[in-house]
């Protein structure tokens, strides 16, 4: 590790307010990924895992004012984990040896070049001002394999489900994949592609809950493409109870009146037994609908978000999505949900 002694006041915050204008203009990541990311750029040349990984505090130190120390390697890799160029090697480090000199961070990039739909394979390579300014969006093929991933996890989600006699749906897993990275609207129409393919295997039983599985795809996405909720693990995870909370509200009523407060699906047990304590059946209905939709909604909202943070390693328009912020040129469209028979 090569390090400078006292390289100046003025040298050392002027790196580090160069760091925090990367760490800005690739979306605010926290230190913690920043330092994943580190480790994963280390362990590629050969370094050995658990050496690879710099504490998260160090990490934060290098951003930090006022530091008297700072190490040129850690900077180099956080330089190019953020975006930036990569820092050339220098000649051996001595404490005379100017800060600025050793870690000559690159200026952001203002431009944007006409080959970003390569960074969904190289990430490292984009512009950093082009990450910023949102204009990455996936290819069509990309689309159309994530659309078509979303609509086999809700099939064989619930197919799984019935399979085992499990009290819970797993039939908007997909529903969440597809809202989350593609939008709102595209998770609804993979909620009525998913309809579709429910009614042909299993006649027309669910189909009044066609409207669930929509709301449920509007709010995952708007959720993660207005508010930023993918950010942290918390807020997502009240984003997944406002889905399941929601759904149950919709769910309810149709349940009651279509069906005389009892399904085929197995939490029709939790139902009757509740009925029997309860003084109303529709009380029973809500309250049963509701502990289901809970433990269904997070785990189908946690399975699709650890999916997608997975692929986005890769992908930085995913990247994006993930954190909230919208391309100029995305627009909205048809595409999400899978209903089910409640």
Wanted: charged residues 20%; contains cysteine; hydrophobic residues 50%.
């Amino acid at each position: 590790m090569q390090e400078l002694g006292r390289p100046g006041t003025g040298q050392a915050d002027a790196v580090a307010l160069r760091l925090q204008e990367l760490r800005r203009a690739a979306g605010e990541p926290s230190y913690a990924e920043i330092a994943r990311g580190v480790g994963r750029l280390r362990e590629a040349r050969g370094v050995a895992p658990e050496a690879a990984m710099p504490p998260r505090t160090t990490v934060y130190d290098a951003f930090r004012l006022g530091r008297r120390r700072l190490d040129r390697d850690l900077v180099a890799d956080i330089v190019e984990v953020l975006g930036g160029d990569p820092v050339p090697a220098v000649a051996p480090i001595t404490p005379t040896t100017p800060l600025a000199a050793v870690a000559s961070l690159p200026e952001p990039s203002t431009e944007v070049t006409p080959t970003q739909d390569a960074a969904d394979e190289t990430p490292d390579a984009e512009p950093v001002a082009a990450r910023a300014a949102g204009f990455h969006r996936p290819r069509p093929a990309t689309v159309a394999k994530l659309l078509v991933l979303a609509l086999v996890l809700n099939v064989v989600g619930q197919s799984l489900m019935t399979d085992l006699d499990l009290p819970i749906w797993q039939d908007m897993t997909g529903t969440a994949v597809a809202a989350i990275a593609l939008g709102p609207w595209w998770g609804a129409g993979v909620a009525v592609a998913s309809m579709a393919v429910d009614v042909a295997l299993f006649g027309d039983t669910g189909f009044a809950y066609l409207p669930v599985a929509v709301a449920g795809a509007l709010l995952w996405g708007y959720g993660v493409r207005w508010w930023a909720l993918a950010r942290s693990t918390v807020r997502f995870l009240g984003l997944s109870l406002a889905v399941a909370v929601t759904c149950t509200a919709i769910s309810v009523p149709i349940t009651y009146l279509k069906y005389d407060g009892f399904t085929l699906h197995d939490s029709a047990r939790l139902t009757q037994s509740l009925a029997e304590s309860l003084p109303w059946l529709v009380a029973a209905v809500f309250v049963s609908n509701l502990v289901v939709s809970v433990v269904d909604k997070l785990v189908s909202g946690f399975i699709a978000l650890a999916l997608l943070e997975t692929l986005s390693m890769r992908r930085a328009w995913l990247r994006d999505r993930l954190r909230g912020r919208r391309s100029r040129s995305s627009a909205l469209s048809p595409g999400s949900a899978r209903a089910s028979r409640r």
